[in-house]
């Protein structure tokens, strides 16, 4: 994911496919990329730019996980430190 200058490595947890997906309406499954792109944009985006704007984070890898049927962003610690 890049963000004007700066770039974050995303790594994916198991389950996130299954929580995206029930988040979409029987309608918006009907509706296609559309939906799709609104619910990863609502629930992933905007969790991942609120945690670089807290967290201050600036070329981290994130994990994105499901935690307590919430999306969390969570910066993977580097093995050097």
């Known amino acids: 994911m890049r963000i004007g200058k700066y770039a974050c490595e995303l ?3 198991s389950g ?3 929580f995206l997906y ?4 029987d ?4 509706l296609g990329a559309r939906s799709i792109n ?3 944009s ?8 609120d945690f670089i704007l807290e967290e ?3 070329t981290n890898n994130l994990i994105v996980s499901v935690f307590n ?3 969390e962003i969570i910066k993977e610690e580097s093995s050097n430190e």
């Open 22 to 25: 029930n988040k979409l309406s």
């Open 69 to 71: 049927g919430n999306i």
């Open 56 to 58: 201050q984070v600036i």
């Open 42 to 49: 609502s629930n992933i985006e905007n969790k991942i730019i």
């Open 16 to 18: 996130i496919t299954d």
């Open 27 to 30: 309608e918006d499954k009907k």
């Open 11 to 13: 790594k994916w947890a």
């Open 38 to 40: 609104r619910i990863v």
